[in-house]
T-cell receptor, first 115, second 111 residues
């Protein structure tokens, strides 16, 4: 059972609002990720972190920003939400067994709708 | 360009039938994983395969990694409604450390 939590589960907001999606894990994992997933589409990596004070942009360009001040916490912020940001946002942490074998643990996701 | 192509994208079958879904690429992968995602939840890892030709079984699910490490398949025997979900393959391209995901196969098992 993965101990990674995302809040809120669902969020409906108006255009222009600032929002923060929360993600916390209690497994002590150094590496954490944010993915964006649209219906019927693959997961797109938008941000990742190797540990405290480390943040990197992923493959998919995103207007969101992230921070990693504590190992267990990896919040994602949108300064000014737009309808194009409507999507499912999934947070994950991982443990690496070898150079090519990494297990990801996902949260339940935040379904964001921007009106 | 999709690095991992999954087929079919949608599959709806009756309980008790067998099925196979596929994950294909033109790239060689160091390892390949299969995840299952249920509605309203995040993906959960089912299996990791790392050796060409490797076969792993998880109860009624059989996973195979192609000999050339460019493709994988998931076979489900006697499908049950509890198998319903989105099945995602994900792999690490040889020489890289990044995990890439396919677009998924949405499987529905009808009682």
């Amino acid at each position: 059972e993965a101990d990674i939590y995302q809040t809120p589960r669902y969020l409906v907001i108006g255009t222009g609002k600032k929002i923060t999606l929360e993600c916390s894990q209690t497994m002590g994992h150094d590496k954490m990720y944010w993915y964006q997933q649209d219906p019927g589409m693959e997961l797109h990596l938008i941000h990742y972190s190797y540990g405290v004070n480390s943040t990197e942009k992923g493959d998919l360009s995103s207007e969101s920003t992230v921070s990693r001040i504590r190992t267990e916490h990896f919040p994602l912020t949108l300064e000014s939400a737009r309808p194009s940001h409507t999507s499912q946002y999934l947070c994950a942490s991982s443990v690496r067994y070898s150079l090519t074998n990494e297990k990801l643990f996902f949260g339940s996701g935040t379904q964001l709708s921007v009106l | 360009t999709q690095l991992l192509e999954q087929s079919p994208q949608f599959l709806s079958i009756q309980e008790g039938e067998n099925l196979t879904v596929y994950c294909n690429s033109s790239s060689v992968f160091s390892s390949l994983q299969w995840y299952r995602q249920e509605p309203g939840e995040g993906p959960v890892l089912l299996v990791t395969v790392v050796t060409g030709g490797e076969v792993k079984k998880l109860k009624r699910l059989t996973f195979q990694f192609g000999d050339a490490r460019k493709d994988s398949s998931l076979h489900i025997t006697a499908a049950q409604p509890g198998d319903t979900g989105l099945y995602l393959c994900a792999g690490v391209i040889q020489g890289a450390q990044k995990l890439v995901f396919g677009q998924g196969t949405r499987l529905t098992i009808n009682p």
